[in-house]
């Protein structure tokens, strides 16, 4: 059996406690709990600014869209050349039907 705990808080913050709770249709304490296991898996520090992780994830998001923008456009400098060659070949051919054709 679990031993049941109390803790003090602000009423302003047991008002928004108990509503993100409701929200997900849980117990306080099952809010808590689940609150305290996410920030201990992800790593999280509340002392911490959020905007040093936000920035954190913005620098790799920027270096993965960098990484498939260079990918793009290897492949898409490849298929413009590759295109390239076609036409002129289609024009080739064109000149060869107009000259056979009197």
């Known amino acids: 059996m679990k031993n049941n705990h109390?803790?003090?808080m602000e009423d302003?913050?047991?008002?928004n406690l108990?509503?993100?709770a409701k929200a997900q249709g849980i117990t306080i304490g099952d809010y808590c709990e689940f609150m305290i296991d996410y920030i201990?898996?992800?790593g999280i520090d509340p002392d911490k600014s959020i905007n040093t992780l936000m920035q954190k994830n913005n620098k790799r998001l920027s270096q993965v869209v960098a990484v498939i923008k260079h990918?793009?456009?290897k492949a898409l400098w490849r298929i413009a050349k590759s295109n390239e060659k076609t036409q002129?070949?289609?024009?080739?051919l064109i000149e060869l039907?107009?000259?056979k054709t009197p």
């Open 18 to 20: 108990k509503r993100l």
């Open 71 to 73: 990918h793009e456009d």
């Open 97 to 99: 039907e107009s000259l």
């Open 6 to 8: 109390t803790i003090r």
């Open 88 to 92: 002129a070949l289609l024009l080739r």
């Open 40 to 42: 201990e898996k992800n």
């Open 12 to 15: 302003d913050s047991y008002s």
